[in-house]
């Protein structure tokens, strides 16, 4: 990875940010061709405005103060293939969940997608399972198993900024939707760097690539690259919590990452698993709560309880739904608020999960409609039934 910041824009913490260990890059094969991409990046007018930028803090602000609730999801991976009806779709899944959510408890939604940006994923192995390069996302390599497609291409990050350009001119039209994704590829996220137009004494920068960026638990080691660039933006910020985290751990993410105790600048988004989430999460509310933070907390129910089925990566909507359900009865029994949901879902009728209640998947249905790159995603009837159950209990 190129250690040099946009040419536009030099700041030495930046690139101090940079040097640092930096997880899940992929092995570009030319350095050169990386540097002039960086340049033309740097260039490029960036996917999120300043102005939404600044309008999703006070929104979230609003969420860590116990005013409203964050329903985000979309793809899990991002395709530079996808229709413009697809990315609608999924548009309107979001929309109708913060609908049914606001109906139901009369709080407001701030809804994110997972959306103009979501095209480069951590993976868990280096080659697949035909020893391939694995996919690392529609900005790094291809997602059919090409000797050639997987060798990792600088140009697609060029790709990826269009695509996001052309994706978020979608969501301004539908509007009252925001941008986020994983800040993953660090070449791309910091050639994406925009100058802060805030009153502060310390200049922070605008990830440009995006509303709402967040670690994942791949990424999150506190002595990283991702965390020292997150240290330095303006835009919010999610960290996921896995069942790895300690208490002590949660607390330093918090103390690095707000450090001018701002409502809603963190999110911290917890990935337990069904089985675990009543048992882990009350130690790590409690130690960050001890801090004084008012930090968004959000449920992914989905990461924590992934399985194999005939072969198929599956995962069973009533655990995705009692993860949520072991949230709410953690916050509710310790007095604090549960602040969302993050989830992979689609607005196509995908067969990805199994269950839900008007319309169930089961096993035999799976390969029908599998159709992501990733991960398994709730399809639009499955997503819609569980905001309607997370907001009977949010009521209850």
Not at 226 to 242: C, D, R, S, T, W
Not at 249 to 265: F, K, M, T
Not at 267 to 291: F, M, N, Q, S, Y
Request: proline fraction near 6%.
């Amino acid at each position: 990875m190129s250690t040099r910041s946009s040419p536009r824009y030099v700041d030495d913490r930046i690139d101090r940010a940079l040097v640092r260990p930096a997880a899940q890059q992929p092995s570009w094969p030319d350095p050169a061709r990386v540097a002039a991409v960086r340049v033309r990046l740097g260039k490029a007018l960036p996917i999120s405005l300043p102005g939404e930028i600044d309008r999703l803090r006070r929104e979230l602000a609003l969420v860590a103060t116990r005013r409203a609730f964050v329903a985000q999801g979309g793809d899990c991976a991002e395709s530079f293939t996808a229709t413009d009806s697809q990315v609608a779709g999924t548009l309107r899944t979001l929309l109708g969940m913060a609908s049914v959510l606001t109906g139901r408890t009369g709080a407001p939604v701030v809804t994110i997608g997972r959306i103009a940006g979501q095209y480069a994923k951590p993976r868990s192995s280096d080659v697949d399972e035909q020893g391939l390069p694995v996919y690392r996302g529609d900005i790094v390599n291809t997602f059919a198993a090409d000797a050639g497609g997987r060798v990792p291409d600088p140009d697609r990050m060029l790709h990826a900024h269009a695509r996001s350009s052309a994706t978020m001119s979608l969501v301004r039209r539908v509007g009252s939707v925001f941008a986020s994704h994983e800040m993953l590829l660090l070449d791309y996220e910091s050639s994406l760097l925009r100058p802060y137009r805030g009153d502060d004494r310390e200049r922070r920068w605008y990830a440009g690539s995006g509303h709402f960026l967040w670690i994942g638990e791949r990424t999150r080691a506190l002595d990283g690259a991702h965390v020292a660039l997150a240290e330095l933006l303006a835009n919010p910020i999610g960290v996921k919590i896995g069942p790895a985290t300690t208490p002590e751990q949660a607390a330093e993410y918090v103390e690095r990452l707000d450090p001018r105790h701002e409502p809603g600048r963190l999110t911290l988004i917890t990935r337990l698993g069904h089985a675990r989430v009543r048992d882990l999460l009350p130690a790590i509310l409690e130690k960050v709560e001890a801090t004084g933070r008012q930090v968004v907390w959000q449920c992914d129910p989905m990461h924590g309880n992934t399985e194999q089925v005939r072969g198929w990566k599956v995962r069973r909507f009533d655990r995705i739904h009692d993860e949520v359900r072991g949230f709410l009865e953690v916050h509710h029994a310790l007095g604090s608020h549960p602040g969302g949901v993050h989830l992979e879902l689609t607005g196509e009728d995908t067969t990805e999960c199994l269950g839900g209640r008007s319309r169930p998947v089961d096993e035999r249905d799976v390969s029908r409609r599998y159709e992501s790159m990733c991960d398994p995603r709730l399809n639009g009837t499955q997503a819609l039934e569980l905001a309607a159950l997370i907001a009977d209990e949010m009521v209850a």
